[in-house]
């Protein structure tokens, strides 16, 4: 082979390598959707270095998930993804809608998809579905879509079936705490509580702040918020030695909820991720609360 082939070949062959590379990066690269499928199955298939390549890595950005989490920068996201891929045996997660729109080199969305996972416990898969709504912003940079920062809640109408829909007499139910400025509901009084994945069904009897005793291990709920029906607080069992959190979503009457539950200890454990272990609720008020005169 003399000189001129061989750079012939060498010249064939870089254009090629270059080809290929351009292709390899296209689905990625061509449109933000394509970025966010990708994030998403990333996720599924526990992909770490996927997840990080088309994830911005700015210190200041700033993310919001369930259960009142916040990420400031790609570390603090990157430890909770590893400890969740570590704490969920396989992931599955359809789409249910995404639409996106951009302009010049920003894009921005929402998505609604149902996150659920499956952590084993014993010898069997335990199933939790989280019905999840997300937005959120991704850029352009350097011809690569990448993901700058998203915020999650829960759909209020998914939250495991459809809430009990307002009635004339809401209105009634409402304590206003604040007039002009927020109206919560009264959630004191007897609640029948299901754990739907275990069929486990207890009462609660709660003051108008939320906080009481439940009939399950000596257990006692304490709330630490109520705004906008979302509803979420803490729940403590001496009997078995256990505690956790919740969140749930209240119906516009005040008289049910629905949302998820979660362990933070386990006897001596603690520090456990709030979506590593638990399931989801079932609220249904038993007696009603009282009307405010006021």
């Known amino acids: 082979m003399n000189r001129a082939t061989a750079t012939l070949v060498c010249t064939v062959l870089s254009t090629l390598l270059s080809m290929a590379g351009a292709m390899a990066d296209t689905p ?14 990333a996720n599924v298939e526990k992909d770490m270095a996927t997840m990080s390549r088309l994830m911005a890595h700015d210190g200041d950005l700033t993310s919001y998930s369930v259960g ?17 891929f570590a704490a969920v045996q396989k992931f599955e997660i359809p789409i249910r809608e995404l639409t996106v729109w951009h302009k010049g080199n920003i894009a921005w969305f929402t998505m609604e998809l149902d996150y659920t996972r ?84 207890y009462k609660a009897t709660l003051d108008k702040n939320g906080n009481g005793p439940y009939t399950q291990h000596q257990g006692r ?6 705004e906008h029906r979302l509803w979420q607080g803490t729940w403590h069992q001496p009997g078995n030695d256990r505690e956790g959190g919740f969140e749930v979503l209240l119906s516009e009457d005040g008289n049910e909820a629905k949302g998820i539950w979660w362990y933070t200890r386990v006897d001596t454990r603690k520090n456990i991720p709030p979506k590593e272990h638990g399931g989801t609720y079932h609220w249904k008020k038993i007696t009603p609360s009282p009307v405010s005169t006021q």
């Open 68 to 84: 009142g989490r916040k990420y400031v920068g790609w570390p603090a996201f990157e430890q909770e993804m590893r400890e969740e």
């Open 28 to 41: 990625e690269t061509a449109d933000p959707e394509t970025v966010i499928r990708k994030l998403v199955q």
């Open 221 to 226: 709920f304490v709330t630490t918020k109520i």
């Open 118 to 201: 499956y952590t084993k416990e014993g010898a069997e898969l335990k199933r939790m579905i989280l019905p999840l709504r997300e937005t959120g912003v991704l850029e352009q940079r350097n011809g690569q879509w990448v993901m700058l920062s998203f915020h999650e809640s829960f759909r209020s109408a998914q939250m495991n079936g459809p809430l009990a829909q307002s009635s004339a007499s809401s209105s009634q139910q409402l304590r206003v705490s604040n007039p002009g400025i927020s109206i919560m509901p009264d959630v004191s009084g007897d609640w029948d509580i299901l754990e739907v994945e275990d069929d486990k069904r």
